[in-house]
């Protein structure tokens, strides 16, 4: 796959994104129908390995944005983000965020060695901060390397980690310096998560051996470069649940009918509708550009991943609460899928930051007195 080399905003797909959403979309209706992730939500093993196989050996989607010299398919973020919204259209249980994206974007910036493997999918990785934590945080100390060497601390509510084979932590070391460790023995905890198609844990390193990857400065900038980019893309995401949302409920209020005639053709519905397309394609807009910002390496990404997440959030909370609404008392059962996506838009609307706290963010970056 040839990388997208086109650092100007354009936001527009190309044809190597469409015939990749191709793809990805036909392998996600045959192996991952929301039947199926309504039932695994109820299981002990929440997350479809099976399908993570699948994504990564039959379509080698693991490592787009990891270059072809390190294992790679040589790609950008911006096909990264194309399979991010047909991951979000299908709520699917899949690490992708968590080890394609920010472990991925943590390594890219800290090291290559790891890299191959994780690429490949071979390798699941997730990065040990809180799932909320928002980019321009301080950088995290709960873990720290004590006298003995090894590494000693907890972190909680950590995305993707319980399928991790390896964590990329952030811990201080016996000088209180940032540092940036790859870990392999370590324990997860579930947690109850709001969203069941990605489930959370407590990490627990209690003397844990760590390979020091990056150092000061660097390991500063791995993490932030992991948390910005993360953010950029998880709009993405956020896009593919809205326009699921969008074109599931239209699709039924033209079908479904009251008082003799079709739901969706009474003028209220279809003004709320008509607003949330509006929405939507904004959203898609503002998700683009900030994929953009994240593959050109642009110095704008931060303002790019922050304007992002403050519109993303609402846009796709409020596409999947009419999609409930709008389907009336079947959109409140447990059996159809519609809380799936409504779980996952409440649940992205907090990770990597709430819309609030970009909003503050915007606001510092492009110098607006609040």
């Known amino acids: 796959m040839s990388a997208s080399t086109d650092t100007q905003t354009d936001l527009q797909y ?5 015939e990749l959403r191709g793809h990805v979309r036909a392998l996600l209706a045959a192996r991952a129908p929301q039947s199926a992730t309504l039932a695994r939500t109820e299981s002990e093993q929440p997350v479809d390995t099976a399908l993570w196989r699948a994504l990564a050996d039959e379509l080698g989607v693991t490592g787009l944005a990891v270059p072809e010299k390190w294992g790679g398919a040589g790609a950008s973020w911006r096909e990264t983000a194309v399979v991010l919204e047909e991951l979000g259209r299908a709520a699917a249980p899949v690490p992708y965020l968590g080890s394609a994206v920010l472990a991925t974007a943590a390594l890219l910036a800290a090291e290559t060695e790891l890299l191959p493997r994780v690429a490949s999918g071979e390798l699941v990785a997730a990065l040990a901060v809180p799932f909320a934590t928002p980019p321009r945080s301080p950088f995290p100390s709960s873990v720290r390397q004590q006298a003995d060497g090894l590494l000693h601390g907890t972190v909680h509510l950590v ?8 964590l990329v932590v952030p811990a201080l070391d016996q000088d209180g310096q940032p540092g940036l460790y790859v870990v392999t023995d370590f324990t997860a905890t579930p947690v109850v998560s709001l969203d069941m ?3 959370l844990a407590d990490l627990a390193l209690d ?21 910005a980019t ?3 893309l998880l709009a993405s995401e956020q896009l593919g649940v809205a326009e699921w949302a969008l074109e599931t409920t239209t699709a039924y209020v033209k079908e479904r009918h009251q008082f003799g005639r079709p739901v969706g053709s009474f003028q209220a519905v279809k003004h709320r509708l008509a607003d949330l397309w509006v929405s939507v394609a904004q959203l898609r807009a503002v998700a683009r550009s900030a994929a953009g910002a994240a593959a050109a390496g642009s110095p704008d990404l931060p303002v790019s991943a922050a304007l992002a997440q403050a519109f993303a959030s609402q846009v796709a909370v409020v596409a999947t609460e009419e999609a409930v609404q ?5 959109g409140f059962t447990w059996e159809h899928p519609a809380h799936l996506y409504l779980k996952r838009a409440k649940s992205d609307s907090i990770a990597l930051g709430t819309a609030d706290r970009h909003r503050a963010a915007l606001a510092q970056l492009v110098d607006l007195t609040l």
């Not at 190309?14 to 469409?18: K, N, R």
Request: proline share 2%; no cysteine.
């Open 14 to 18: 190309s044809e190597v994104e469409q």
């Open 159 to 166: 995305a993707d980690a319980r399928t991790a084979g390896a």
């Open 230 to 232: 993360g953010a950029a």
């Open 197 to 199: 198609t990605r489930p």
């Open 326 to 330: 709008l389907h009336g008392g079947i």
């Open 207 to 227: 003397g844990a051996a760590g390979r020091r990857i990056a150092a000061g400065d660097g390991a500063v900038a791995a993490v932030e470069a992991a948390l």
